[in-house]
């Protein structure tokens, strides 16, 4: 059974910055896509950056193009989100996800590819 945890999570101000982490528990986390994926109450889970199992293909939802940075390190079975000038929008629990079958990319927005997941860490970005 697939292990993810989050951390780094937080509250900070509009305009702040912080970096999630995700780290898996498993050896052949090189081999898969991931994703990470927010929500924020009353809304549905929606899709906001995935990046390739070698890294080299990256995706990002359009509203956090520019300010977030998706990242791998596949040596250390972890994943990053750098998320700068937050955005009370961008409040949420937030989520990383592992692709259900190895090294594909096709429609890697599509939460419905993704079958583990994470707990969550929340991101709280206050005015």
């Known amino acids: 059974q697939v292990q993810l945890a989050e951390s780094g999570g937080g509250l900070v101000q509009a305009g702040g910055s912080l970096k999630l982490s995700c780290v898996a528990s498993?050896?052949?986390?090189?081999?898969?896509?991931m994703a990470w994926f927010r929500q924020a109450p009353g809304k549905e889970r929606e899709f906001v950056a995935a990046?390739?199992?070698?890294?080299?293909?990256?995706d990002y939802t359009d509203s956090v193009k520019g300010r977030f940075t998706i990242s791998r390190d596949n040596a250390n079975n972890t994943m990053y989100l750098q998320m700068n000038t937050l955005k009370p929008e961008d409040t949420g629990v937030y989520h990383c996800?592992?692709?259900?079958?190895?090294?594909?990319?096709?429609?890697?927005?599509?939460?419905?590819?993704?079958?583990?997941w994470g707990q969550g860490t929340q991101v709280t970005v206050s005015r």
């Open positions: 990046i390739s199992w070698s890294g080299r293909s990256i």
């Open positions: 498993e050896r052949i986390f090189s081999t898969y896509t």
């Open positions: 996800a592992r692709d259900s079958t190895a090294k594909t990319w096709y429609d890697a927005s599509n939460r419905y590819r993704y079958n583990y």
